[in-house]
């Protein structure tokens, strides 16, 4: 063992794991090979990564920089944006209307909030930390918690994001959709929170990864970037981790909330695609769409390999396991696999729908495993019917 790391594992645990942190900090910064990328994301990783900015308990102020588009014509221009106006009217829900009166036991093997192995314990007891029955059913606890709070935090980014985009987007029947949209964000960051805290009495701090990524797309001025960050990168993301979620749980309360989100979150993604697909196409230039495709590969590249769970690391295993092992734990799950790998089956097939895969780039999404999703259907081609319709087809990987 080299003596540096001798070193440090003579420090104490919470020394070593700020170490740990900036050495991934670096990581990141490291790996991004478009310059441009670099720049748009740094001063964001310097916040969420070295200063940790969501998690000093204090509330975050982030400047935004756009520019608000207003239309006295009031012009009908976009026919496919004012069918998803009229859609999202109809498909409002009052979130009093879930079962919110069934108990929730998260400790109750009879309907676990997720599978039996979505996390792997075995490989725990192969690194000498042995969970009695009962704390593996907290720990499944604690992660099901940890999750459900990443898509809190993420649908308060996506509430601010719809707004910013409401106000910053040229198509007026974009706007008035967009505001059905600042409204079906709100109903999820309230039944996130309700569940949260009614149900599984826990809240998890916000991943340092995640508060990149929406710090970013925040104080981003150019509109595009928030629609990529927010409506393709996020949502594509949360809509396939949702989609893993619903499929995994047997707790009804959860399954029905995680139906509705995800029939709001189609069309947030369809309107996505639809904005962005001729914007990309015919208004910027091949360098402007070069760097949002890099832009687009580095974030989804974050979101898949930076998804360590370490908040749950510092809760349970600190001290008794390094963050090296820790790492090889959360990469042997199989339902943390499952979660990092099926949150790309929506987000490849919109890229490319938008035009963000061309060759240039598809050896590096192959590289990084992700090109068996590229012939999927596109969020314009699938409604929020389908989608649960497919999942309910294809049972998670526990029921198989
Ligand atoms: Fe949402
Ligand atoms: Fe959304």
Known sequence: MPLSERLIRRLPAPVRSQLDDWRQAV?????????????SLAPSGVRGLLLRRGKQGQPTRVRAAHHAHFDWAYPHDHPEMAELYRRAKLGQWDSDDLPWHLDVDPLNPESPLLYDGFFNVDILKDMGVHLTEDEGRRLTHAVAAWMLSQFLHGEQGALFAAAQVTEAVQFFDGKLYGATQVVDEARHVEVFLRYLESKLN?????????????????????????????????????????????????EPLLRALLANVIQDEARHVHYGV??????????L??????????????????MRNRFMVYELYEEWFEGLLTRDQWRQVVLASPGMEQFRTVMFNRLVPNLRAIGLMSERIQPAYAEAG???YFDGAAADALNGEQMLAELDAAPAAAAK
């Open 370 to 372: 992700l090109m068996r």
């Open 285 to 302: 230039s091949e360098a402007e769409r070069r760097e949002r495709e890099d832009w687009a590969f580095e974030v989804a590249l974050l």
């Open 27 to 39: 990581d990141v910064f490291v790996q991004v090979r478009d310059p441009k990328v670099l720049r």
């Open 274 to 283: 639809v904005a962005l697909r001729d914007h990309v196409r015919t208004a």
């Open 202 to 250: 826990k809240l998890y701090q916000i991943n340092d990864n995640l508060f990149v990524i929406i710090d970013a797309l925040m104080a981003d001025a150019r509109w595009d970037m928030k629609f990529l960050g927010m409506q393709i990168m996020v949502e594509g993301l949360a809509l396939g981790a949702f989609g893993t979620m619903y499929q995994s749980t047997s």
